[in-house]
């Protein structure tokens, strides 16, 4: 970190210095505004703020970070000596476009942290090493560091640099930021005290009840017969497709809605999706929008076409993949090789995974329940074979006149279509969900 050009700055607190540093770490020019004598100091005070145009340059009501840029800039003028390093990782590092991305998200109901999430981020993606290198680089000893996120304090003492203090800001809450506010001390640990300003916590979401239903009804399958209650998940449009062309991934169902799927991923030990599926969207399979374990993986995949490159891959549990005896042992090696577990199962006439013997193979690995996420291969197939215990299908209000859920004529006589009984209905966003036990 090496000192480019420095000014004064004279601001309505007083003189600072304001210094300019190029790097070797990143390719960001980070910013330090100091005020009196702060080098071979102890316990100075500073503050490391991350860059936020729309709060520190427009006064933007929807977070607190002009407001503690000031603050900070006060209370080091107040002192008479301190420092605030100014880095430019924009919106908590993901920059400027993909920061006003989320806030859009944040208006469709998305808490700061799900926002940045939906959009394939990290909760947070800053990093602290070039605020040790400016501290450093101007000599200073120890801080008090003014701030509300123990994740700073512990970023820069893990890099040996002494933080003797932790000075608390507060902020003012308003309507605008009180969300915001409220996910920083839920969702990121912010040691903030709102003062009873927060906005009421949202109530649980509408579909709870279903929640609970399955893993009552799942623990008690899976109790008498060994084998895991299968729950078929997906969305579809009005006119009952899952996508606009065969092979291809289409965005069916909103926001809302994916936080449900994420929140039913959670609460069922094990996801299967078809290699169709796992070839046109290569899903990862994860929860992310809520708390909660990843389900076990499962894929099916007669021939083992499932490339070595696939998100499923490099996730965090070990892919399952079901196949049969005619798939090449090569391909089963290279997979393995790659990180997953083959399952060989018996074929069925036509040559594919017999999902009856699946269900069975999975419940003796201990699986209890089992969440079928498509597409439309293998939910046809489950539903002809009556292997599913529950649906929950999300309807969106679009059309779509592409591929459809089910793609294949389940029985001849309509008093032996599967059905759900007892059918309960929720609105999900702008989506729909209908719930209920397969007969
Ligand atoms: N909207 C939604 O909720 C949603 C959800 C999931 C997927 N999708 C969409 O659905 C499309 C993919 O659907 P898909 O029908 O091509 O794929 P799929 O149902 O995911 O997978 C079908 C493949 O699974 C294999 N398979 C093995 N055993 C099977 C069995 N017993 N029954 C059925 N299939 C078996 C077959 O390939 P092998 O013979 O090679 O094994 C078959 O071609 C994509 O466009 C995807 O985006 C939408």
Redesign the pocket.
């Known amino acids: 970190m090496t000192r480019t050009a420095a000014a004064r700055i004279p601001t309505p607190d007083g003189e600072f210095q304001l210094i300019h540093f190029r790097n070797n770490w990143d390719a960001k020019e980070h910013l330090a505004l100091v005020m009196g004598e702060v080098t071979g100091r102890t316990s100075v005070l500073v503050r490391v703020h991350s860059e936020c145009f729309t709060g520190d340059v427009l006064g933007s009501q929807r977070c607190d970070c002009g407001e503690q840029l000031a603050a900070a800039m006060h209370a080091v003028a107040v002192e008479g000596s301190g420092v605030i390093v100014y880095l430019r990782q924009e919106g908590r590092g993901i920059g400027l476009a993909e920061k006003l991305r989320a806030y859009n998200l944040q208006d469709e109901g998305y808490d700061t942290v799900d926002a940045n999430l939906l959009l394939g981020h990290q909760a947070d993606e800053r990093d602290y090493t070039p605020a040790v290198l400016i501290l450093q680089a101007l000599g200073v000893a120890s801080i008090r560091l003014l701030t509300n996120n123990p994740a700073k304090v512990e970023s820069l003492q893990s890099h040996h640099f002494p933080v003797v203090q932790r000075i608390p800001m507060q902020p003012s809450v308003t309507h605008e930021n009180a969300a915001y506010l409220s996910a920083k001390v839920r969702r990121m640990r912010h040691l903030l005290d709102l003062n009873g300003h927060v906005a009421a916590q949202t109530d649980a979401p509408v579909y709870t009840p279903l929640l609970t239903q399955l893993s009552k009804q799942a623990a008690a399958r899976f109790h008498s017969t060994g084998q895991p209650f299968v729950t078929l998940?997906?969305?579809?449009s009005l006119d009952g497709?899952?996508?606009?062309?065969?092979?291809?991934?289409?965005d069916?169902?909103a926001p809302p809605s994916l936080t449900m799927t994420h929140a039913l991923r959670a609460s069922h030990d094990g996801i299967l999706?078809?290699?169709?599926?796992?070839?046109?969207?290569d899903?990862s399979l994860t929860v992310r929008l809520v708390q909660g374990d990843n389900p076990q993986p499962v894929v099916?995949?007669?021939?083992l076409?499932l490339p070595a490159s696939a998100k499923l891959l490099q996730m965090p549990r070990q892919v399952w993949i079901?196949?049969?005896d005619a798939a090449p042992q090569e391909r089963q090696r290279a997979l393995e090789a790659a990180g997953a577990r083959i399952l060989r199962l018996p074929a069925?006439a036509?040559?594919?995974?017999?999902?009856a013997a699946?269900l069975i193979r999975l419940g003796e690995m201990g699986l209890g329940s089992l969440m079928v996420?498509?597409?439309?291969?293998?939910?046809?197939?489950?539903l002809a074979?009556r292997l599913a215990d529950y649906a929950v299908v999300?309807v969106a209000p679009i059309f779509v006149g592409g591929?459809h859920?089910v793609?294949q004529s389940l029985d001849p006589s309509p008093e032996k279509l599967p059905r759900i009984t007892n059918p309960q209905i929720v609105q999900v966003g702008p989506d729909v969900t209908i719930w209920g036990a397969l007969a």
């Open positions: 998940s997906y969305a579809q497709c899952v996508a606009a062309q065969p092979g291809k991934h289409l069916i169902s999706v078809g290699i169709g599926t796992a070839l046109a969207d899903p099916v995949d007669s021939h076409r079901a196949t049969t069925t036509n040559g594919q995974v017999d999902l699946l996420e498509g597409g439309p291969s293998i939910l046809t197939s489950f074979a999300t591929v859920a793609n």
